[in-house]
């Protein structure tokens, strides 16, 4: 098996319901390595590039308000990247169905997702399906300094012309 890296955010609903801790050993079964983690909101520009493919889906508007944190009152979210053998389908396989009530019970959405009654599947994490979504996301979600991994080319730019904020 090649060895290959995937994003996988644990959704507001993981972080409101305290569930990061079991979420995390749960996904350290698949003997993947953390090569990326961060806490951060997620504002309406990021969810849209997230989802862009969904954007005509019925549940669209439902799901971005669901990983803006607008449905838990609790915008934050945790971002990681897992790396190694298989890492896609590992993580897929304990991530469990897209739908909670299909997805095998003791994987991570059958066993803490649920549906909402307006029908948006509640389903706690996100994790890449393909090697073109995993890139893309990565890239989305880390900047190359956020990884402890060279996984894709990078190019310098000069930070004289970038204003970020530092520690005083
Ligand atoms: N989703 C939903 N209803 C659906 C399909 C998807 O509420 O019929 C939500 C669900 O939260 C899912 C997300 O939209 O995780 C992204 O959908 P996708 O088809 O990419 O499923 P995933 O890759 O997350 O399993
Ligand atoms: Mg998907």
Known sequence: MKEEATLVIIKPDGLKKSLTGNILSRLSESKLKIIGARILKVDIALANEHYRHLQKEPFYPELTKYITGQLHGENRVMALVYFG??????????????????????????????????????????????????????????????????????????PESLKRRVWK
């Open 85 to 158: 053998e298989g890492a896609i389908t590992k993580v897929r396989e304990l991530a469990g169905a897209t739908n909670p009530e299909e997805a095998d019970p003791v994987s991570i959405r059958g066993a803490f997702g649920r549906i909402l009654t307006t029908g948006l599947f509640e389903n706690v994490i996100h994790a890449s399906s393909s090697n073109e979504e995993s890139e893309r996301e990565i890239k989305l979600w880390f900047g190359p300094d956020e990884i402890v991994q060279e996984l894709y080319p990078v190019k310098e730019i000069n």
